[in-house]
């Protein structure tokens, strides 16, 4: 098709142009190529945008409160842990901290993913049929490695030019009616490919890709979260601390964390240490504080001395063993790992360490490296408590009738959020007997209409169709407590031509071109997902937040016949949103999408400011 590779041939220009790639598998980290992305943006209803995006300040507020709620994330997931090592090892380090749960800053970049969802109507039809309007639907609320913010703004931004240069040339005028078509879908309505008025206010006729504030949203939840340690750190120390991100050895989604890098060092002045968990345990040491206040956490020079037994590893506060002139303080660790067990797994040569002490002691020199990491004073993003909190058995315990209600300011509030929850049931020996037992017998009887989770992140993991039967068949009590049953949600499809590296076998169909031997066109229908970042840094259960706001997308795409959606694992590829509607729902989202992003603006200004002026006079001086 003539269209799409012209269009493919500008998205992969583009895409190397202003870095939106992504490292080849098994490749060194210099070998890269486009990330996998959709041609097309999807058509997403401005009204559900704007909901959603109003939404992200309540959900960021829902998960500080329950993360300190020791009781009740300790009584929701005690079945859990029976069957779950990985849950049982976070619960481990969440109870081990020093009790100031209630009071101790916590730094949270979240990302609430919803499916619009087009429950089937009489007969089995659609709602669009009918010109219905799919509704959000929340699939999961991540807490941990939130990824795709950098790249996804960057995504938009070739959405943007693509439309700025194609939206009237008439040789588009195939891609212009798909578009059309997908709104159509989305909305009931037919807008074209415009950009609105001339006075730029998008028309009732008209579709525009918005900004995304991504990138700038993620660097300010960092920046605050450094700023406050700053100020509330008493005498600076002889250099600025710094930031770390705890990263996956051989990672391949480097682009994305160093333009959130190199946004933190050219707007904050924030320096930025990338680091295994293996160099982490290797590197870190914390450092006596004042009376009463957590230790300071170090990190020393690579070429650091291999760390002693564990019962070294945790220093005794007041320990002269840190060399200060080459020791730098850590203000903020940002995990982009941490959720997967095996990140927890290998030492600095790979070699598996799970590590062996006392019965219900935490395992492994690098859980030992988390357990550190937590008991500093240094903030986390996420702390444990966050991460427990982002589990798929709290997601599915908030929705029993009145358990939101208590973590919720308002009953407005809860009723808010509880409109985007899907259907969710526990399973298990926690689960009551009956409800259980029918909700077992629906999905073994209609096993595509729902989804089996268990506690992980990062993709590859669910039960779908055929597979949730045989789970539910096969699994024990025991097993079934550390997983969920959620209803399965139904976007409705859309044109949406996704570019994609293809294997070997797909080579012979690929179109000619520069890229023909490594990227390829899937032209079919398209499902899409919608994410929205949120940033959050809580001082204390009693204390307003530093920070909470909502801004940001990231969404994906994936062929029909794709059940996962994880871009990193290889199911799904990157794409942004397209606002369809009425002039005045497209201008009410924009107004949104503007009010966060000058938000926004004014906490960046007052936390640079506040990053430069506590170390003015300091030995280390201001970086930037």
């Known amino acids: 098709d003539a269209e799409q590779q012209l269009l493919a041939d500008f998205s992969t220009a583009y895409a190397r142009a202003r870095g939106l790639l992504v490292a080849d598998s098994g490749a060194a980290a210099a070998t890269m190529r486009p990330v996998s992305v959709s041609l097309l943006p999807a058509a997403v209803p401005a009204a559900e945008l704007r909901k959603v995006l109003d939404l992200q300040p309540l959900y960021n507020a829902l998960v500080d409160r329950v993360a300190r709620d020791e009781a009740w994330i300790t009584a929701t997931l005690a079945p859990t842990k029976g069957a779950d090592d990985f849950v049982r090892r976070l619960l481990h380090v969440y109870e081990a901290t020093p009790e100031d749960l209630a009071e101790r800053p916590m730094l949270g970049i979240h990302r609430s993913d919803y499916m619009l969802h087009d429950p089937p109507r009489q007969g089995g039809a659609s709602g669009a049929l009918a010109g219905a309007t799919a509704r959000a639907k929340q699939v999961e609320l991540n807490t941990i490695s939130s990824s795709f913010g950098g790249l996804s703004a960057v995504v938009s931004g070739m959405h943007q030019a693509a439309q700025r240069r194609f939206a009237r040339d008439p040789a588009m005028a195939g891609l212009a009616a798909t578009l059309a078509a997908n709104a159509a879908s989305a909305l009931g309505t037919a807008p074209g490919w415009g950009e609105g008025d001339a006075a730029g206010r998008p028309s009732g006729a008209s579709m525009k890709v918005p900004d995304n504030m991504a990138l700038k949203g993620l660097a300010l939840g960092l920046a605050s979260a450094h700023s406050h340690y700053v100020e509330t750190a008493g005498e600076a120390p002889a250099a600025p601390p710094i930031v770390v991100f705890a990263v996956q050895e051989g990672e391949r989604n480097v682009n994305d964390q160093r333009l959130l890098e190199l946004e933190l060092t050219a707007e904050y002045g924030i320096s930025v240490v990338r680091a295994t968990l293996a160099e982490l345990r290797r590197r870190l040491r914390l450092v006596d504080s004042p009376a009463g206040a957590r230790p300071t956490l170090v990190l020393l020079p690579p070429d650091a001395a291999e760390m002693k037994p564990s019962a070294q590893f945790l220093r005794p506060a007041g320990e002269a063993a840190v060399g200060a002139a080459t020791a730098r303080e850590v203000s903020v660790v940002y995990y982009r790992s941490g959720y997967d067990p095996e990140d927890y797994t290998r030492d600095d040569r790979g070699v598996l360490d799970l590590g062996a002490t006392k019965s219900g002691d935490v395992q492994g020199l690098l859980w030992e490296a988390r357990l550190l990491m937590e008991k500093s004073r240094a903030i986390q993003c996420p702390s444990v408590a966050y991460q427990l909190a982002g589990t798929k058995k709290v997601q599915q315990a908030l929705a029993l009738p009145g358990a939101l209600e208590a973590f919720t300011a308002t009953a407005a509030d809860a009723a808010a959020l509880r409109e985007t929850f899907a259907g969710l049931w526990p399973l298990g020996e926690d689960a009551p007997a009956e409800e259980t037992a029918a909700a077992i017998a629906e999905a073994k009887a209609h096993p595509d209409d729902f989804v089996v989770k268990p506690q992980r992140e990062g993709g590859g ?164």
């Open 461 to 624: 993991h669910n039960y779908f169709g055929r597979e949730v039967a045989e789970a539910l068949e096969s699994m024990s009590q025991a097993e079934l407590s550390a997983h969920i049953l959620m209803q399965r949600l139904r976007p409705r499809a859309q044109a949406m031509p996704l570019m994609k590296k293809t294997t070997d076998a797909d080579k012979e169909n690929l179109p000619s071109g520069a890229d023909a031997l490594r990227y390829g066109v899937d032209a079919g229908a398209a499902l899409h997902e919608l994410g929205i970042f949120g940033q959050y840094l809580g001082t204390g259960a009693a204390a307003p937040p530093k920070l909470n706001a909502g801004g940001g997308f990231i969404l994906r795409a994936k062929p029909v016949d794709v059940d996962e959606g994880g871009v990193a694992a290889g199911y799904a590829c990157l794409s942004s949103p397209i606002l369809v509607g009425s002039g005045d729902e497209l201008h009410a989202a924009e107004t949104s999408i503007n009010a966060a992003a000058a938000a926004a603006a004014t906490e960046a200004v007052a936390s640079s400011s506040s990053s430069a002026s506590a170390f003015a006079g300091s030995g280390g001086g201001v970086r930037g």
